[in-house]
Every structure is written in C-alpha cells, then in structure tokens.
C-alpha cells in the first residue's frame, strides 16, 4: 500500500515564500525580537519550517517475500472458507446482467469478490468492470493486497495451475 502513496504533497518554505528581503525593523531597541524578511516562518504568511517535501513512499520487497505473502493470504482465505472453484465460464457478448446472475449463483452480490481468470476472458472482464463490489483479474495479476481485500475469493479451473506455478517457484 505504501507504493500506492501519490507523495505529491509540498509546501513552500522561506526561499520560497513571495516577498522581500528588505529587514523589516531595526535590530534593537523596539523591544520585540529581531526580524530579517517577511518571509521569517514566524510571520503571517511566511515559509514553512519543514514542511513536507515531495518524495517516494514505494520500497522493495524481495520476490520470495512476496511470494510468501500470497501463500499465506490463500491460507488465510481457505481457512476461513472463503475460496471457491468454478469451472471456467464465458459470455457470447459483454453483459453486467450475466455476471450479477452468476454472482447470485454463488451468493456473493453484496459480498466484496475477487474472480481470479486462466487467462484474459475479455467478455467477463467487460462484463464485471461496471460492479463496485467485485474485481476480474488473471492470475498473473494476484496480488496480496487484491487476495486479502475481497471477503470472497473465486478461483477458476484453468486459473489454478498458473497459481501453483506462481507459488512454487
């Protein structure tokens, strides 16, 4: 989640604020304390002391790492029995209607589902996309985060052995 972070967040600092460098007052005798410019952080309007800079929030992770993660994100759904295998199925035509028909089938229209594909069904991909509350990807595409956000995850037949593959290496 950390590489989702955008990390566009900034904040002008004294360099950087508009405004003069001129001294504002003399430097003794006012009885306040001495000021250079405007843009002194102390000031209404002037910089920022350390105010956030833009950066990358993303670190890496090595591969077998990951790939642990995976294993125990589908232990954790098996466990819980919320994994289900399907025999592979498709649509003649992109159509919302079908894939909520399925979905009832299942018992799964108001609960968050990933279906994890063999490979690139385009017809019930299209026809998923348009739900909030499930997801179509391939199994090259699962991810940790994909696995663990979804209360139910439905796993397709030729969807497995790309799976094992995955997690066996």
Do not use: C, W
């Amino acid at each position: 989640m950390a590489n989702q972070r955008q990390g566009t967040h900034k904040a002008k600092e004294r360099a950087e604020v508009t405004g003069s460098t001129r001294k504002i007052k003399k430097q003794k005798g006012t009885g306040t304390a001495r000021a250079g410019s405007v843009k002194n952080p102390l000031f209404k309007g002037g910089g920022t002391v350390f105010g956030p800079r833009p950066r990358s929030y993303s670190f890496k992770l090595n591969k077998n790492l990951k790939r642990l993660a995976r294993k125990s994100a589908f232990s954790i759904k098996a466990k819980e029995s919320n994994l289900i295998v399907v025999e592979d199925f498709n649509f003649d035509a992109p159509n919302t209607k079908n894939f909520i028909n399925v979905l009832k089938a299942l018992g799964l229209e108001s609960k968050k589902s990933l279906f994890v594909l063999g490979d690139t069904n385009k017809n019930v991909y299209l026809s998923s996309r348009n739900l909030k509350t499930s997801s179509v990807i391939t199994n090259s595409e699962l991810s940790t985060y994909a696995i663990l956000n979804a209360n139910n995850l439905v796993l397709m037949e030729s969807s497995i052995e790309g799976i094992q593959e995955n997690l066996s290496k």
